[in-house]
């Protein structure tokens, strides 16, 4: 939010020389926190006013003239392109060295003197988009030069003070306020800094409505509408606001319309309470605050169509809704060229329902934003009290023809007794009363001490659930005596043993293992899952629990798998990489029945700690890849210093390919999956001409070791033989068979190891067959060994082979 410190001062009277710095650290350390401090002048720095004397012909540009222009100590030709140039206009001119945006594009140039097709020209005269001030002074025609004649300013005078553009704004970050409804608005921060700085905060004067004719206006649910005004106001036109208005409104980042909507705009932006007028005219009878109709139609402000729900609250005449409560105000009733009476509204609405219904429509607007924090229904009245004020100096004509104002249940303020042991305790430190009690009363509190305790009654702007406990009144005692004054106080303790924290540090030794050792890319996605990817891979969604306000609506239903979201990444990365491999660990929501609405108060759903990954190759890579896919993972037990798992076929994954799957078994329990995408599941994610290994598996069934196991072996210090052999096998005989009779338990110590190096099916390999290649590590730790006894263990390896499989050599 952006907040101008001129506009502040028309309520507390800052000293002239405060220093910026200082306001925004005070700030910031006890209310709100400041995210920058712009000097707007400063944007204007080397812009002028400029007075055209005389308007001459270019003697080489049909569409360019020379402006002979006073720039108050100098008159100086300017060489200009624009359509509506004049003797005696007024004109902002940037002087070399002064900063514009060409056409009111693009980024800042400076500008500097220049001959213009053969003519000396001093500067620029700017049109309102080159000098960022297109919303205060827009034009319909390009080329069209801002006219600033109307200004009571001499040539020569600085554009910023010319037009009250000298003026310090404070960017405050939105999430340092959520739950200070009181201080979206200049008034509720002068209020602050009146607390802070001990100064004279100015009073709204009440409004006296009782000489108005009463207004037809029901309320048919209080709950939701606890206040509502209204305000017919008749004598009114469709006319700009003054300039200082609108300069106002636009610099604090909104665009000035017209006088009757301005002041709405300004009157929120000022109080914090928003506003809206509805062409009095297009008021079938009577308005009537109630709930939406079934099927009910809106058109909004935005020309956005709504089919309304009955949990909406409506402002409707007696034809039709013709506003969103809170929201935003309808296209047809809302105020038009041709209005000229309007009521005025000035309602306050309840915070949990504006949010749901913004959220329901997506329309987030500046209206919905503050309803949604819970406003302070006795803001209404000072509300009112500005804006009468303003439609009595912008119309002095007005005639106010009806009022209502109703408020059946008063607002209760707040009240909490906090116990002064309990808040020394708390703090660290005693606090005077005297001090407790001038500081909450500058912030509108009221104060008594009884029974060494403290009685607080908080003000009505701090009643709608900002202060409600003992920790809140801790808060604003702390806050308003300066975190900066609180000793620091080093917390003393001991450690008397180390803690091994095994299954914390499980998933980073993983995701270090992946990372660093298998050279993969770890992604984060969204809790949620695209509709189009869970169809593909999933399937089934029944069991999936799904968002009541979903980020979209193809975004509802919650992970329950991390293979969906690795689809839509590798969808999106598929153009740019031939190969490559990404993984993922987060939190899983478990399947369940949740074709009911969920009711999160009757239980928490489950969710475990899951990792999953994605390896993607060109199809005549496929072999490779399923290799590298299942290295990793079958290495990853020995880096991860976890219990081992065996990879066997049970029970086929729906999203995997009919042939290519593993499931991951521990202790007879399918823990996790190794599967290639089927094809008509890659197809239906728009993965074209890729083929995508998926593996997932549960963290949670992973059994770390307390610790390593690993064994320190010498490197040996005779030399070890690597001698490979190509056997024949039947097609049918697996690996790991192999290698359990060419390397058993009890096997010949000159056999070190044993490895495969790789497999062939072709035309030398007779019908049935497969030539398997595999190499043997022979050596002694005590000797070296002779070609004999090397031949002697390679053939002991192919004699066991032989009698187990009926291996044979290749012919």
């Known amino acids: 939010m952006k907040l101008s410190l001129n506009w502040i001062k028309d309520y507390v009277k800052l000293p002239e020389d405060m220093d910026m710095a200082k306001l925004a650290y005070d700030l910031t350390m006890s209310t709100v926190e400041v995210e920058s401090v712009t000097d707007l002048a400063r944007e204007f720095d080397g812009m002028v006013i400029g007075q055209i004397t005389e308007v001459l012909p270019h003697p080489d540009a049909t569409k360019l003239r020379i402006c002979r222009t006073d720039l108050g100590s100098e008159t100086r030709d300017i060489v200009c392109g624009g359509i509506n140039l004049s003797p005696g206009m007024k004109v902002a001119v940037a002087c070399p060295g002064a900063k514009v945006r060409w056409h009111g594009q693009g980024e800042l140039v400076e500008i500097g003197n220049a001959k213009v097709r053969g003519v000396e020209s001093y500067g620029m005269i700017c049109a309102s988009s080159e000098i960022g001030l297109f919303d205060l002074f827009p034009y319909t025609e390009d080329a069209t030069i801002v006219d600033l004649s109307e200004f009571d300013a001499d040539p020569g005078t600085p554009l910023a003070k010319a037009l009250s553009l000298d003026d310090i704004i404070l960017e405050i970050d939105n999430k340092s306020m959520t739950n200070r409804p009181d201080l979206w608005g200049h008034y509720g921060i002068a209020r602050e800094l009146s607390a802070l700085y001990s100064l004279p905060l100015l009073e709204f004067e009440p409004f006296n409505s009782s000489s108005i004719p009463p207004l037809t206006i029901s309320v048919l649910d209080p709950q939701r509408c606890p206040r509502y005004i209204g305000v017919r106001i008749e004598g009114l036109s469709v006319k700009p606001s003054p300039f200082e208005l609108q300069s106002r409104i636009w610099r604090v980042g909104m665009r000035p319309i017209n006088a009757l909507v301005d002041i709405t705009n300004y009157v929120m932006l000022a109080t914090g309470q928003p506003t809206h007028a509805f062409d009095s005219d297009n008021i079938q009878g009577h308005i009537t605050v109630r709930r939406a109709n079934p099927d009910?139609?809106?058109?909004?402000?935005?020309?956005?169509?709504?089919?309304?729900?009955?949990?909406?609250?409506?402002?409707?005449?007696?034809?039709?809704?013709?506003?969103?409560?809170?929201?935003?105000?309808?296209?047809?009733?809302?105020?038009?060229?041709?209005?000229?009476?309007?009521?005025?509204?000035?309602?306050?609405?309840?915070?949990?329902?504006?949010?749901?219904?913004?959220?329901?429509?997506?329309?987030?607007?500046?209206?919905?934003?503050?309803?949604?924090?819970?406003?302070?229904?006795?803001?209404?009245?000072?509300?009112?009290?500005?804006?009468?004020?303003?439609?009595?100096?912008?119309?002095?004509?007005?005639?106010?023809?009806?009022?209502?104002?109703?408020?059946?249940?008063?607002?209760?303020?707040?009240?909490?007794?906090?116990?002064?042991?309990?808040?020394?305790?708390?703090?660290?430190?005693?606090?005077?009363?005297?001090?407790?009690?001038?500081?909450?009363?500058?912030?509108?509190?009221?104060?008594?001490?009884?029974?060494?305790?403290?009685?607080?009654?908080?003000?009505?702007?701090?009643?709608?659930?900002?202060?409600?406990?003992?920790?809140?009144?801790?808060?604003?005692?702390?806050?308003?005596?300066?975190?900066?004054?609180?000793?620091?106080?080093?917390?003393?303790?001991?450690?008397?043993?180390?803690?091994?924290?095994?299954?914390?540090?499980?998933?980073?030794?993983?995701?270090?293992?992946?990372?660093?050792?298998?050279?993969?890319?770890?992604?984060?996605?969204?809790?949620?899952?695209?509709?189009?990817?869970?169809?593909?891979?999933?399937?089934?969604?029944?069991?999936?629990?799904?968002?009541?306000?979903?980020?979209?609506?193809?975004?509802?239903?919650?992970?329950?798998?991390?293979?969906?979201?690795?689809?839509?990444?590798?969808?999106?990365?598929?153009?740019?990489?031939?190969?490559?491999?990404?993984?993922?660990?987060?939190?899983?929501?478990?399947?369940?029945?949740?074709?009911?609405?969920?009711?999160?108060?009757?239980?928490?759903?489950?969710?475990?700690?899951?990792?999953?990954?994605?390896?993607?190759?060109?199809?005549?890579?496929?072999?490779?890849?399923?290799?590298?896919?299942?290295?990793?993972?079958?290495?990853?037990?020995?880096?991860?210093?976890?219990?081992?798992?065996?990879?066997?076929?049970?029970?086929?994954?729906?999203?995997?390919?009919?042939?290519?799957?593993?499931?991951?078994?521990?202790?007879?329990?399918?823990?996790?999956?190794?599967?290639?995408?089927?094809?008509?599941?890659?197809?239906?994610?728009?993965?074209?001409?890729k083929q995508v290994l998926f593996f997932e598996l549960d963290l949670e069934s992973l059994v770390p070791f307390p610790s390593r196991s690993n064994k320190f072996t010498h490197l040996p210090e005779y030399p070890m033989t690597e001698y490979d052999i190509s056997l024949l096998f039947d097609s049918s005989v697996a690996w790991k068979d192999i290698l359990s009779q060419a390397f058993p338990k009890e096997h010949d110590e000159l056999i070190q190891s044993v490895s495969f190096v790789d497999e062939y099916k072709g035309k030398q390999v007779p019908e049935g067959k497969k030539s398997v290649t595999l190499r043997l590590v022979i050596g002694s730790l005590q000797k070296t060994l002779t070609s004999s006894a090397i031949e002697s263990a390679a053939n002991s390896v192919v004699k066991r082979l032989e009698k187990s499989f009926g291996a044979e050599f290749r012919s």
């Not at 509204?345 to 924090?373: C, D, M, S, V």
């Not at 593909?536 to 329950?560: C, F, G, H, V, Y």
């Not at 290519?660 to 999956?673: A, E, F, K, S, T």
Request: charge should be negative.
């Open 296 to 689: 009910e139609k809106l058109l909004l402000l935005n020309d956005k169509e709504l089919s309304l729900s009955t949990e909406d609250l409506v402002i409707a005449d007696d034809e039709c809704a013709v506003g969103l409560a809170g929201v935003m105000g309808g296209a047809k009733d809302s105020v038009l060229p041709t209005t000229n009476k309007i009521i005025l509204e000035i309602a306050n609405f309840e915070a949990l329902a504006i949010r749901k219904t913004a959220a329901r429509y997506e329309t987030r607007t500046e209206a919905a934003t503050r309803y949604e924090k819970a406003l302070d229904p006795e803001r209404c009245a000072q509300t009112l009290s500005l804006a009468m004020g303003l439609f009595s100096d912008l119309y002095p004509d007005a005639i106010l023809t009806g009022f209502s104002d109703s408020y059946p249940t008063p607002l209760t303020r707040a009240s909490v007794t906090v116990s002064l042991d309990w808040l020394a305790k708390r703090l660290g430190k005693t606090i005077p009363n005297d001090e407790i009690q001038d500081k909450l009363q500058r912030l509108g509190f009221t104060v008594t001490f009884a029974n060494n305790a403290l009685n607080v009654v908080a003000p009505t702007w701090r009643s709608t659930g900002d202060i409600e406990i003992k920790a809140d009144i801790m808060e604003e005692v702390s806050r308003m005596h300066g975190f900066e004054n609180f000793e620091p106080t080093p917390i003393t303790t001991s450690f008397t043993s180390s803690i091994n924290q095994i299954d914390l540090d499980l998933e980073r030794k993983i995701k270090e293992y992946l990372a660093f050792r298998c050279g993969m890319q770890e992604v984060f996605t969204y809790p949620w899952m695209t509709a189009s990817y869970v169809t593909a891979i999933l399937q089934d969604d029944s069991s999936i629990l799904s968002l009541a306000t979903p980020p979209s609506p193809d975004e509802k239903q919650l992970r329950s798998s991390l293979i969906p979201n690795l689809a839509k990444a590798v969808q999106v990365n598929q153009r740019n990489y031939s190969e490559f491999s990404i993984f993922e660990t987060a939190l899983l929501l478990q399947d369940k029945d949740y074709s009911t609405p969920y009711d999160p108060r009757e239980s928490l759903p489950s969710q475990r700690k899951c990792l999953a990954g994605a390896f993607v190759s060109d199809p005549q890579n496929l072999i490779s890849s399923f290799r590298k896919a299942k290295g990793i993972l079958e290495s990853l037990p020995r880096y991860a210093h976890i219990a081992p798992y065996d990879f066997i076929k049970t029970k086929k994954p729906v999203w995997a390919d009919p042939v290519v799957w593993l499931n991951i078994v521990q202790d007879n329990n399918i823990i996790g999956n190794l599967a290639l995408l089927q094809k008509k599941a890659a197809m239906d994610c728009g993965i074209k001409n």
